[in-house]
């Protein structure tokens, strides 16, 4: 309420001489608003929509007119905008009720020396409100919309999805679901960085978006992957515009540093009918589809058929799922490890390794790569996850190594299996059985699946630790927003993401990346640890950039458990 920028008063009010009493009031107390006089229904509905006001004053009867009738507007048009009853008739039973119904105060006309404190606290508090609100508007939108391309998540789109089968079945509308996926994406991303890619994804959002109908719905599904749903659609008619768009981008250019790029689309169709009960199912085999165009040559469109040879492979593929499950019964799972050294001489502070997961089938031995996509697609992450802790606590106990003074084993778990409520009970009562000493036990989530789940990760890591397990972020720097996210994930590891460590002696780029997560880590009082370390000369140049750990195949090989 400075005088160059003064308050913005909306007063209601059918009395020019009253409504004069209240602004001589206001001036005596250095008060001098900017202010605007209205005296019904139509003046104030004009009001509420043209001006940006900070404080509205009512009276409480007017002829055909009332503060409840005001407060109603008031919360339609400006829900933030606090309201103050100034009259010379409210009783305090109505007075009681008009502040039920929204109003922040009342004060009667004979008592206005309570009108200025009453307005000072009033649009304060206000600007609260209204810094809550939009704070509330910001989040609940994230929570339901992808954070680099602005477009529709993930979550929301399988939300709308069901709501689209639920149609079909209940009405018979028809619908189409596209399923898109970046045929040279991983060249782009490894020629010219994250970054490139990134900027990559935006730009292809806005050109998808331009051929794509209003009332449809387009997503990223995460990676490179895009999802269209079709409203109201026929087969014929989608795969018109599903092969416009795979026009429409092969003739994309994508400029990175005076260098240019072209990409192509593969996308899988699956006509929504009463034939699907899930919309998991529809996905599914939109994958599917979306992988024997792929196949077939890639740029290209393919409908899914159940009758097709390449897709029944692609089914087969499924059966991961029983072979997980049958794993899980048989007790198929078994453990491997792989040692990690220390680099610095403070660092030196007891035996570290990580725990990696095998399939054992007779005598083969199936490394996660070929499983752990199976098990992630069809929500056996949990399960997985749970019985690799079953194991490595029984070894630790076993060993002894569990009760040591000092030592750290770091133990891996999908970003998935932080949303199960029961899971950290798990764990506790797994502790508690092998009587293991928590600050031996090191939980690792990737990076890019903490950011996914950021609320329910970063709760899960705080009661972790508060119970002294101790926590790791891996493949750190290939998220892009790293560093801001950081501050939020209170781990005790850094795992410096390998594809920067692995080139760092040639590429300059990767090598400062290696540099700056190191730098922020420590910054944040944290332990480094480089993976991929695959000889001397990258482990000493990493000895030098001063990180603590380094874990690779030039360091050691996996290994079965002792």
Same mark, same amino acid.
């Given at each position: 309420?400075?005088?160059?920028?003064?308050?913005?008063?909306?007063?209601?009010?059918?009395?020019?001489?009253?409504? +004069?009493?209240?602004?001589?009031?206001?001036?005596?107390?250095?008060?001098?608003?900017?202010?605007?006089?209205?005296?019904?229904?139509?003046?104030?509905?004009?009001?509420?929509?043209?001006?940006?006001?900070?404080?509205?004053?009512?009276?409480?009867?007017?002829? @055909?007119?009332?503060? !409840?009738?005001?407060?109603?507007?008031?919360?339609?048009?400006?829900?933030?905008?606090?309201?103050?009853?100034?009259?010379?008739?409210?009783?305090?039973?109505?007075?009681?009720?008009?502040?039920?119904?929204?109003?922040?105060?009342?004060?009667?006309?004979?008592?206005?020396?309570?009108?200025?404190?009453?307005?000072?606290?009033?649009?304060?508090?206000?600007?609260?409100?209204?810094?809550?609100?939009?704070?509330?508007?910001?989040?609940?939108?994230?929570?339901?919309?992808?954070?680099?391309?602005?477009?529709?998540?993930?979550?929301? #789109?399988?939300?709308?999805?069901?709501? $689209?089968?639920?149609?079909?079945?209940?009405?018979?509308?028809?619908?189409?679901?596209?399923?898109?996926?970046?045929?040279? #994406?991983?060249?782009?991303?490894?020629?010219?960085?994250?970054?490139?890619?990134?900027?990559?994804?935006?730009?292809?959002?806005?050109?998808?978006?331009?051929?794509?109908?209003?009332?449809?719905?387009?997503?990223?599904?995460?990676?490179?992957? +895009?999802?269209?749903?079709?409203?109201?659609?026929?087969?014929?008619?989608?795969?018109?515009?599903?092969?416009?768009?795979?026009?429409?981008?092969?003739? #994309?250019? !994508?400029?990175?540093?005076?260098?240019?790029?072209?990409?192509?689309?593969?996308? =899988?169709?699956?006509?929504?009918?009463?034939?699907?009960?899930?919309?998991?199912? *529809?996905?599914?085999?939109?994958?599917? $589809?979306?992988?024997?165009?792929?196949?077939?040559?890639?740029?290209?469109?393919?409908?899914?058929?159940?009758?097709?040879?390449?897709?029944?492979?692609?089914?087969?593929?499924?059966?991961?799922?029983?072979?997980?499950?049958?794993?899980?019964?048989?007790?198929?799972?078994?453990?491997?490890?792989?040692?990690?050294?220390?680099?610095?001489?403070?660092?030196?502070?007891?035996?570290?390794?990580?725990? *990696?997961?095998? *399939?054992?089938?007779?005598?083969?031995?199936?490394?996660?790569?070929?499983?752990?996509?199976? $098990?992630?697609? +069809?929500?056996?992450?949990?399960?997985?996850?749970?019985?690799?802790?079953?194991?490595?606590?029984?070894?630790?106990?076993?060993?002894?190594?569990?009760?040591?003074?000092?030592?750290? +084993?770091?133990?891996?778990?999908?970003?998935?299996? !932080?949303?199960?409520?029961?899971?950290?009970?798990?764990?506790?009562?797994?502790?508690?059985?092998?009587?293991?000493?928590?600050?031996?036990?090191?939980?690792?989530?990737?990076?890019?699946?903490?950011?996914?789940?950021?609320?329910?990760?970063?709760?899960?890591?705080?009661?972790?630790?508060?119970? =002294?397990?101790?926590?790791?972020?891996?493949? !750190?720097?290939?998220?892009?927003?790293?560093?801001?996210?950081?501050?939020?994930?209170?781990?005790?590891?850094?795992?410096?993401?390998?594809?920067?460590?692995?080139?760092?002696?040639?590429?300059?780029?990767?090598?400062?990346?290696?540099?700056?997560?190191?730098?922020?880590?420590?910054?944040?009082?944290?332990?480094?640890?480089?993976?991929?370390?695959?000889?001397?000369?990258?482990?000493?140049?990493?000895?030098?950039? @001063?990180?603590?750990?380094?874990?690779?195949?030039?360091?050691?090989?996996?290994?079965?458990?002792?």
């Amino acid at each position: 309420m400075s005088p160059t920028n003064p308050l913005r008063m909306l007063i209601v009010e059918d009395s020019e001489d009253d409504a +004069f009493l209240l602004l001589r009031e206001l001036r005596k107390g250095g008060v001098n608003p900017y202010h605007e006089l209205v005296e019904d229904e139509e003046g104030l509905r004009r009001a509420l929509c043209e001006g940006n006001w900070e404080i509205l004053i009512t009276d409480h009867n007017m002829p @055909g007119f009332s503060s !409840f009738r005001v407060l109603e507007m008031a919360r339609e048009y400006c829900s933030d905008l606090p309201v103050i009853i100034v009259s010379g008739t409210i009783g305090e039973g109505v007075a009681v009720s008009a502040m039920k119904a929204g109003a922040q105060d009342y004060i009667m006309k004979d008592n206005l020396s309570r009108l200025i404190p009453a307005i000072e606290r009033e649009v304060r508090e206000g600007s609260v409100r209204e810094a809550k609100r939009l704070a509330e508007t910001t989040l609940e939108y994230l929570a339901y919309h992808d954070s680099l391309t602005d477009l529709v998540n993930r979550r929301e #789109f399988e939300r709308r999805l069901a709501q $689209a089968l639920e149609d079909t079945h209940d009405q018979g509308q028809q619908h189409v679901l596209l399923y898109l996926d970046l045929d040279q #994406f991983k060249i782009i991303n490894d020629t010219c960085g994250h970054i490139a890619g990134d900027h990559l994804l935006k730009q292809l959002a806005i050109l998808l978006s331009d051929h794509v109908r209003s009332d449809d719905t387009l997503a990223r599904l995460g990676g490179d992957e +895009f999802g269209i749903l079709l409203h109201g659609c026929d087969a014929f008619y989608a795969q018109r515009i599903a092969e416009k768009l795979c026009q429409e981008v092969s003739e #994309f250019r !994508f400029v990175w540093q005076n260098k240019t790029f072209s990409v192509t689309l593969s996308i =899988g169709m699956v006509v929504i009918s009463n034939h699907y009960d899930k919309a998991s199912e *529809l996905l599914s085999h939109a994958d599917l $589809a979306c992988y024997a165009a792929k196949d077939r040559g890639r740029n290209n469109v393919q409908l899914y058929q159940s009758n097709d040879r390449d897709m029944q492979q692609r089914q087969t593929d499924m059966h991961w799922t029983s072979r997980i499950q049958d794993a899980l019964r048989n007790n198929s799972f078994r453990l491997w490890k792989q040692d990690m050294v220390a680099l610095q001489p403070g660092s030196a502070d007891g035996y570290r390794t990580e725990f *990696l997961v095998r *399939l054992q089938e007779g005598d083969d031995v199936i490394l996660p790569g070929a499983f752990i996509p199976a $098990a992630e697609r +069809f929500d056996l992450m949990n399960k997985v996850d749970r019985k690799v802790i079953e194991l490595a606590f029984r070894y630790l106990d076993q060993t002894g190594l569990g009760r040591e003074r000092s030592g750290t +084993f770091f133990i891996n778990l999908s970003g998935s299996s !932080f949303n199960d409520p029961e899971l950290f009970p798990y764990i506790c009562e797994q502790a508690s059985e092998h009587q293991l000493n928590p600050e031996r036990v090191c939980f690792e989530i990737t990076e890019t699946s903490a950011i996914a789940n950021l609320n329910v990760t970063q709760q899960f890591i705080i009661n972790a630790r508060e119970r =002294g397990f101790q926590f790791a972020l891996d493949d !750190f720097g290939a998220g892009m927003s790293s560093f801001s996210y950081l501050k939020a994930l209170p781990v005790n590891y850094l795992k410096v993401d390998g594809g920067f460590v692995r080139n760092l002696l040639t590429d300059p780029i990767d090598l400062g990346i290696v540099d700056a997560c190191n730098r922020i880590g420590h910054a944040a009082g944290l332990k480094t640890v480089a993976e991929f370390v695959e000889n001397d000369d990258v482990k000493n140049r990493l000895m030098e950039l @001063g990180l603590d750990y380094a874990q690779g195949y030039g360091i050691s090989k996996p290994c079965p458990l002792d």
